[in-house]
């Protein structure tokens, strides 16, 4: 298998945690622990971030039964992978479906260092305001209320990693848009 085979392979795997098919502890096979999470102009570092991120996306309640539709997994010429698709989730009783979606992740060694995302990715989950900075702004200040109330998830065994949720703002924009 090449490594541009191997690469696809983990993204594919990390897509079955994304729609809930997979345990969200099943991470740490995917991901380094420092891994950085850069949404728009926001940048996130470590995997215990992203996994409490998850968890706290699947308790958002918004919609039910939520899916992941990949549309087309495409490995680049600088060997990340970009994935292309949408989300469904049950709505009352209406399925309903999100605008298409992509982020794009870089890996080195098969495991996942870096991820680009955008806040459209989150608004089917969390809702339209996340589309602007002050609602994403707004969504991470709910999540930290959340944390105060909700067992974390800690996917490193308790290494030490950076112990930063938010670094900074970035200056680079996601190109996949």
């Given at each position: 298998?090449?490594?541009?085979?191997?690469?696809?392979?983990?993204?594919?795997?990390?897509?079955?945690?994304?729609?809930?098919?997979?345990?969200?502890?099943?991470g740490?096979?995917?991901?380094?622990?420092?891994?950085?999470?850069?949404?728009?102009?926001?940048?996130?570092q470590?995997?215990?971030?992203?996994?409490?991120?998850?968890?706290?996306?699947?308790?958002?309640?918004?919609?039910?039964?939520?899916?992941?539709?990949?549309?087309?997994?495409?490995?680049?010429?600088d060997?990340?992978?970009?994935?292309?698709?949408?989300?469904?989730?049950?709505?009352?009783?209406?399925?309903?479906?999100?605008?298409?979606?992509?982020?794009?992740?870089?890996?080195?060694?098969?495991?996942?260092?870096?991820?680009?995302?955008?806040?459209?990715?989150?608004?089917?989950?969390?809702?339209?305001?996340?589309?602007?900075?002050?609602?994403?702004?707004?969504?991470?200040?709910?999540t930290w209320?959340?944390?105060?109330?909700?067992?974390?998830?800690?996917?490193?065994?308790?290494?030490?990693?950076?112990?930063?949720?938010?670094?900074?703002?970035?200056?680079a924009?996601?190109a996949?848009?």
């Open positions: 298998m090449t490594e541009a085979e191997r690469n696809r392979a983990t993204v594919t795997r990390l897509l079955d945690i994304l729609s809930g098919r997979s345990p969200i502890e099943s740490t096979d995917l991901m380094a622990p420092d891994v950085v999470a850069n949404v728009d102009a926001w940048r996130f470590g995997i215990n971030v992203w996994a409490n991120w998850m968890q706290y996306l699947r308790t958002r309640g918004r919609v039910e039964a939520l899916t992941l539709f990949v549309d087309r997994i495409t490995v680049e010429n060997d990340t992978v970009t994935v292309r698709g949408c989300w469904s989730a049950m709505r009352g009783e209406r399925r309903v479906f999100s605008k298409l979606c992509s982020a794009r992740y870089r890996l080195e060694h098969g495991r996942i260092v870096e991820i680009w995302s955008t806040r459209r990715n989150y608004a089917f989950i969390c809702g339209a305001h996340v589309e602007h900075r002050t609602g994403f702004a707004a969504e991470l200040l709910r209320w959340w944390k105060m109330r909700a067992p974390q998830l800690d996917l490193t065994g308790r290494v030490q990693v950076r112990p930063a949720g938010f670094l900074a703002p970035m200056t924009q996601f996949g848009d």
